[in-house]
């Protein structure tokens, strides 16, 4: 099946430093969606890209789609306590079910 | 939050008995969805339904069976539970394939 590759793993940062979030794939996605999943709890969407070049903004949060819809990035700037979890990409590939990366676990060390 | 119920929201059971795990909505969303979610691997699909009694495996449904009998119920059935299968599962639904995917708030299995 079609597979998205989410780096890095882990991410620890000292609050107030930026943080960044990547997920890759292959071929051509029809859209993405970004999801947050706080220690305990379950993922809950963020947001959707569709566009070629998308550039949607959420506070603090910038997220890009790919000119070539290959590639999209979660950017934070300035993290919070607040930002903790676990971040996670899901790519759809046309009229199919989203496939999940695998997550970036954001910690942040006050 | 999405109408979704898990249940039980945490079990604990023997290697060898089965387990059912419910989840209940109240969207009439069309998909509905098992994950499980283990350190290191994500969010993996077990078995997802786009309609009454319609179901499809996912990347790991080895072990796990599936069944729905009305738009808003979806049960997912381990037949002889292992020591592997402990591990958190989620419920999900969404309207369409490709869509918004809403969570529900997990159940928590131990297998011992």
């Known amino acids: 099946g079609q597979q998205v590759m989410q780096i890095p793993q882990y991410q620890h940062v000292q609050e107030g430093e930026d943080f960044t979030t990547y997920c890759n794939s292959s071929t051509t996605l029809s859209n993405i969606q970004w999801y947050k999943q706080r220690p305990g709890g379950h993922p809950v969407f963020l947001i959707q890209?569709?566009?070629?070049?998308e550039v949607k903004k959420q506070k603090r949060l910038t997220f890009q789609f790919g000119e070539a819809k290959k590639n999209s990035s979660l950017h934070i700037t300035a993290t919070q306590t607040t930002d903790v979890g676990t971040y996670f990409c899901a790519a759809s590939f046309g009229n199919e079910k989203l496939t999940f990366g695998t997550g970036t676990r954001l910690t942040i060390i006050p | 939050d999405a109408g979704i119920t898990q249940s039980p929201r945490h079990k604990v059971t023997e290697t060898g008995t089965p387990v059912t795990l419910r989840c209940h909505q109240t969207e009439n969303h069309r998909y509905m969805y098992w994950y499980r979610q283990d350190p290191g691997h994500g969010l993996r699909l077990i078995h997802y339904s786009y309609g009454v009694k319609d179901t499809d495996k996912g990347e790991v449904s080895d072990g796990y069976s599936v069944s729905r009998s009305k738009t808003e119920d979806f049960l997912l059935t381990l037949e002889s539970a292992t020591s592997s299968q402990t591990s958190v599962y989620f419920c999900a639904i969404s309207e369409a394939a490709g869509n918004t995917i809403y969570f529900g708030e997990g159940s928590w299995l131990t297998v011992v």
């Open positions: 890209l569709v566009k070629s070049g």
